[in-house]
């Protein structure tokens, strides 16, 4: 088991390093710092100051070593447009995106499970074969037209729920939150359900395939001639035995979800790291986008790792292989 887990930390840390290698080249090669940070009356002296501070006249393996510590410690210098540590931009950001990422998890689980079951029990009927196709439109939907279409119908013609914004929000310490006033709650349904749309059709189609298959097992059939009522043969017996790859996939989506909230926080102006990115983006927010891509980087790989040492812990013989 040691030899499992030393193998496991020592290919995340290889991943990591590569990925900071990526974003290095990034930021060393696109743009020029000085240039987005100094004014256009700026010196040359000025100018060399300035290149000489932040490290840029030094070697190529220097400043990628000092790159790598200073991620490690979670510095990844100044935002070259907010003229402000790049770490606290990101910290103002995250407890946006990651209050909305698990409103959007919470929701796919409460709707994609029950869905799963009922169209595995009622394989062939005319109600779970349109809840299939229905979950196939799902899949094949992209983000922003679905973020589009919720705008128009709940906050343009009905005016239920914002379209954009956070609304109202409460500082937790470092941590602001909008569960905790009205306005937030009702500012989070939208683009909660928008991202939470797709992994629901993932959970559902897998709880599906996962019943079916547990259903036609031994056990089943020996619980079903013994006389268990099928409410807890569905619910007590055969999901227990399905929830195993849906809490999998939960745990890898929750990366994915939060690499791809951009689109999500772009169409509903919702203030989190997506956004931060994309505004990065436009304005060539170098540091911003180095970092961005490392902490997304970094919380796939502790997902796989923790998913790895998970399997290692139930099923012996992926430690023995």
Same mark, same amino acid.
């Given at each position: @088991?040691?030899?499992?887990?030393?193998?496991?930390?020592?290919?995340?840390?290889?991943?990591?390093?590569?990925?900071?290698?990526?974003?290095?080249?990034?930021? +060393?090669?696109? $743009?020029? %710092?000085?240039?987005?940070?100094?004014?256009?009356?700026?010196?040359?002296?000025?100018?060399?100051?300035?290149?000489?501070?932040? $490290?840029?006249?030094?070697?190529?393996?220097?400043?990628?070593? +000092?790159?790598?510590?200073?991620?490690?410690?979670?510095?990844? $210098?100044?935002?070259? +447009?907010?003229?402000?540590?790049?770490?606290?931009?990101?910290?103002? &950001?995250?407890?946006?995106?990651?209050?909305?990422?698990?409103?959007?998890?919470?929701?796919?689980?409460?709707?994609?499970? %029950?869905?799963?079951?009922?169209?595995?029990?009622?394989?062939?009927?005319?109600?779970?074969?349109?809840?299939?196709?229905?979950?196939?439109?799902?899949?094949?939907?992209?983000?922003?037209?679905?973020?589009?279409?919720?705008?128009?119908?709940?906050?343009?013609?009905?005016?239920?729920?914002?379209?954009?914004?956070?609304?109202?929000?409460? %500082?937790?310490?470092?941590?602001?939150?909008?569960?905790?006033?009205?306005?937030?709650?009702?500012?989070?349904?939208?683009?909660?359900?928008?991202?939470?749309?797709?992994?629901?059709?993932?959970?559902? &189609?897998?709880?599906?395939?996962?019943?079916?298959?547990?259903?036609?097992?031994?056990?089943?059939?020996?619980?079903?001639?013994?006389?268990?009522?099928?409410?807890?043969?569905?619910? &007590?017996?055969?999901?227990?035995?399905?929830?195993?790859?849906?809490?999998?996939?939960?745990? @890898?989506?929750?990366?994915?979800?939060?690499?791809?909230?951009?689109?999500?926080?772009?169409?509903?102006?919702?203030? $989190?790291?997506?956004?931060?990115?994309?505004?990065?983006?436009?304005?060539?927010?170098?540091?911003?986008?180095?970092?961005?891509?490392?902490?997304?980087?970094?919380?796939?790989?502790?997902?796989?790792?923790?998913?790895?040492?998970?399997?290692?812990?139930?099923?012996?013989?992926?430690?023995?292989?």
């Amino acid at each position: @088991m040691i030899v499992f887990l030393i193998k496991r930390i020592g290919n995340a840390i290889l991943v990591m390093l590569t990925v900071a290698f990526l974003a290095f080249l990034i930021f +060393r090669f696109l $743009g020029d %710092p000085v240039e987005m940070m100094m004014n256009e009356s700026a010196t040359q002296v000025e100018r060399d100051e300035l290149r000489a501070r932040l $490290g840029l006249n030094d070697s190529f393996l220097v400043q990628y070593g +000092r790159f790598v510590v200073n991620a490690a410690q979670g510095e990844f $210098g100044l935002s070259w +447009r907010n003229q402000q540590a790049v770490t606290t931009l990101i910290a103002e &950001r995250f407890p946006a995106t990651f209050e909305l990422v698990l409103i959007a998890t919470f929701i796919s689980l409460v709707i994609g499970i %029950p869905l799963g079951v009922f169209t595995a029990i009622g394989r062939g009927r005319w109600w779970a074969e349109s809840l299939q196709f229905t979950s196939v439109v799902g899949v094949s939907l992209p983000s922003f037209l679905v973020g589009i279409l919720l705008i128009l119908t709940f906050s343009v013609s009905l005016g239920w729920l914002p379209g954009y914004g956070r609304g109202e929000v409460v %500082p937790l310490g470092w941590w602001t939150t909008g569960l905790l006033t009205s306005s937030g709650r009702a500012a989070v349904v939208l683009p909660a359900l928008s991202l939470s749309l797709f992994q629901i059709t993932l959970v559902m &189609r897998l709880v599906r395939a996962e019943m079916l298959e547990t259903l036609r097992a031994d056990f089943i059939k020996f619980a079903r001639a013994r006389g268990v009522p099928r409410r807890s043969l569905w619910f &007590r017996h055969a999901l227990k035995n399905c929830l195993m790859p849906v809490i999998t996939l939960t745990a @890898m989506q929750i990366g994915n979800l939060i690499a791809f909230a951009l689109v999500t926080e772009t169409v509903f102006q919702w203030p $989190g790291m997506g956004m931060l990115f994309m505004q990065a983006v436009t304005f060539v927010d170098i540091p911003v986008m180095a970092a961005y891509l490392c902490i997304v980087s970094f919380i796939f790989v502790v997902l796989n790792t923790v998913v790895d040492i998970a399997y290692a812990v139930i099923d012996p013989r992926l430690r023995k292989s």
